[in-house]
């Protein structure tokens, strides 16, 4: 218990789960500074993986009308389009942003998201069913012959990246055993499964494999982790405006991200918490409480018998 | 599937949303600090629980507690309290994983849930405790009504006993492990909230269900159970302060509201009236029921709205990493 959420670089027990067949921890390096908002991950994602339609709506919010990520959506092109200046010498706008011809010049910033896969990971701590597992590579993947749809990973995890997938089941789907609770959905919960088919295959996941810009970095994480810091160098000695890595560190909340983000400025500003923490790393604490409450219950109820029956 | 219908423009704007001018940048939020968001969708995903999950919370406490009552009614030998309670409890244990299964996007797959034992899922240690709770306290009632088997209906009445005071506050537990803000951060009073709430819900039914001269303890349970859980409620909505505020708000609120006024009339009737009266203390009884019901369905409905906005999730984020920045210099 006490080893939960404890801040570790590694998965609690992995890899040692896997033995012989342990594999090194691969991710993703999202650096969104050359994304260029092509929406390229967003389509291999969907044809590889086979994720169903999910609306087809204008949101009005710049060139995003995929909104979040969720059952059917693994990769998400955020769009924010601000009057902040791209690079900065101290508090004010170098002359390479032209800020003195547009005082207020125009930034557009583009990320791919994509689910975390934390080292501490929410979703698979309080999987019920065993369905979250994490794989020799690392990566927290769903088995959806094992999910029975309980819901429970969803407020779970503190990006809101899996999801119930809510579809009518396909007419070749056995029937269900209990007519009583019949349900005409799919009803399992879906995420990124960082192409664990592709990557069992020696291949690199679908997303990455489309981006023209490398903007998707997949690779050993170890490597990525450095490849991000030098690139962060780089990109505050050309003083960029925000720059910063996120999810980068291994003592954060959920001990690091297996997917990783260098973005231009806060992330609440893609939509992403500035501060996440697994749910798990309360629980010991929680469970304590929940056995004196429950004792507490216990001697409370005994207590109204004092004082006879009447 | 998420909602993934545009958010209002005027909410857009107010949220942050990218127009011509540089003081596009964040709400002003009531604490008067400026936040960024996208445009002013929930970081967090509401939940995907349906209305069963509620009820279940209410049967869940209803059968734990009775066990109890059941249990402690039986070794200070009042038979007739003893016998309301092992039955009220029954029941309850009977419904809950009814509800519970219909609940699941895969119903005809319950059984996945006993594939393991997983202290890190208090959904997990929540099945087997209700499994074990539902098990004993059904078997119990069935060889009570049929008369047979005495040790075996003893054994069984020893196991729910047991697994009753957990089966009442787990689920406390469970919405309190989670990112939602409203439930994450009340982790300390979730389960003594759920647990008074189930002492106040099981003494209650009883009290409904027993002559007045035997059910004594009940009312003093369904009273005790009810004060102690608005007492609760109120350090839980101030230690919370803003992130709290749900609880004023929208449906949340409004069964806030409707809980409290519910269980103050029932309690205060079965004090006053319900030693007397039968008629008192059943309508005392049936309005601190419903003062329950809508206690887990106020903080059912807290968490969904806490998610739903991003002001939850990010300013009390914020908060932290300033405070952690202080303490660093």
Same mark, same amino acid.
């Given at each position: 218990?006490?080893?939960? @959420? ?6 609690? @027990? ?43 709506? !204008? ?7 995929? /909104?979040?990520? +969720?059952?059917?959506? !693994? ?94 089941? /396909? ?5 269900? *055993? ?5 349900? +005409?959905?799919?009803?399992?919960? !879906? ?16 997303? *990455? ?5 490398? /903007? ?23 003083? !960029? ?9 291994? +003592? ?36 304590? /409480?929940? @056995? ?9 109820? @005994? *207590? ?7 | ?141 069935? &060889? ?80 005790? $159970?009810?004060?102690?859980? &608005? ?34 009339? $029932? ?21 601190? &029921? ?36 202080? $303490?660093?210099?």
């Amino acid at each position: 218990m006490t080893s939960l @959420a404890e801040p570790t670089g590694a998965p609690a @027990a992995w890899p040692d789960t896997w033995g012989d067949e342990a594999k090194p921890r691969m991710g993703f390096f999202t650096d969104t500074t050359v994304c260029i908002g092509c929406k390229a991950c967003e389509v291999a994602c969907k044809e590889w993986n086979l994720v169903p339609e999910d609306g087809l709506v !204008w949101t009005g919010e710049s060139y995003d009308n995929t /909104s979040d990520l +969720n059952a059917n959506t !693994w990769r998400h092109v955020a769009f924010i389009e601000q009057r902040k200046p791209l690079k900065l010498d101290g508090e004010t706008a170098t002359v390479e942003t032209d800020a003195a011809v547009d005082p207020e010049p125009l930034r557009w910033l583009m990320e791919s998201d994509v689910c975390k896969h934390c080292t501490h990971a929410g979703c698979l701590d309080v999987c019920p069913t065993g369905a979250l597992f994490r794989t020799e590579f690392g990566t927290v993947v769903v088995q959806e012959d094992i999910c029975n749809g309980c819901g429970y990973c969803v407020p779970a995890c503190p990006f809101g990246v899996i999801d119930k997938r809510d579809l009518p089941r /396909s007419p070749d789907d056995a029937p269900l *055993a209990l007519p009583l609770f019949g349900k +005409n959905e799919d009803g399992r919960v !879906w995420k990124c499964t960082l192409c664990y088919d592709r990557l069992k295959g020696g291949h690199e996941p679908a997303c *990455a494999k489309s981006c023209p810009t490398d /903007s998707i970095q997949f690779g050993e994480l170890d490597e990525l982790r450095e490849r991000a810091e030098k690139r962060l160098e780089k990109l505050r000695a050309e003083r !960029w405006n925000g720059a910063q890595l996120y999810g980068h560190d291994e +003592n954060d909340g959920v001990g690091g991200f297996g997917a990783f983000f260098l973005l231009l400025d806060e992330p609440e500003v893609y939509g992403l918490p500035p501060d996440p923490v697994v749910p798990t790393a309360h629980l010991p604490r929680l469970w304590r /409480s929940t @056995a004196v409450a429950a004792a507490a219950m216990f001697v409370g109820v @005994a *207590a109204a018998f004092i004082g006879g029956s009447e | 599937m998420t909602d993934r219908r545009p958010i209002e423009q005027g909410e857009a704007m107010k949220n942050g949303r990218p127009g011509g001018t540089t003081d596009w940048k964040g709400s002003i939020t009531e604490r008067g600090t400026t936040m960024d968001s996208y445009y002013g969708r929930p970081i967090v995903k509401e939940p995907v629980w349906n209305p069963e999950i509620p009820w279940y919370f209410f049967t869940g406490g209803v059968a734990g507690a009775s066990a109890v009552l059941h249990g402690v009614a039986k070794l200070t030998g009042n038979e007739r309290l003893s016998k309301s309670a092992l039955y009220i409890g029954a029941a309850a244990d009977a419904i809950s994983p009814v509800l519970l299964i219909k609940d699941l996007g895969r119903p005809e797959r319950f059984l996945h849930m006993m594939r393991m034992f997983k202290v890190t899922s208090p959904m997990s240690v929540g099945s087997w405790i209700l499994l074990a709770s539902s098990g004993a306290a059904n078997t119990a009632a069935a &060889l009570e009504l049929l008369g047979i088997l005495k040790p075996v209906k003893v054994m069984a009445n020893a196991v729910s006993f047991l697994t009753g005071p957990p089966l009442a506050t787990y689920t406390g537990a469970l919405v309190a492990n989670t990112a939602i803000p409203v439930w994450s951060e009340a982790r300390d009073e979730l389960p003594w909230l759920f647990g008074a709430s189930a002492a106040a819900s099981a003494g209650a039914a009883a009290a409904i269900f027993t002559p007045v001269e035997h059910a004594g303890p009940a009312r003093r349970a369904a009273v005790a $159970g009810t004060v102690a859980e &608005l007492g609760l409620m109120q350090a839980m909505e101030h230690r919370l302060g803003f992130v709290g505020e749900v609880y004023k708000k929208g449906e949340a609120g409004r069964f806030a509201k409707l809980s409290k006024a519910c269980t103050v009339a $029932g309690s205060t009737l079965i004090a006053l009236k319900g030693k007397r009266s039968r008629t008192a203390a059943v309508a005392g009884g049936a309005l601190v &029921l419903a003062g329950e019901v809508a206690l887990r369905w106020s903080v059912f409905k807290a968490g969904f709205q806490s998610a739903r906005d991003p002001r939850y999730t990010v300013l009390p984020q914020r908060e932290r990493l300033s405070k952690r920045k202080k $303490g660093a210099q």
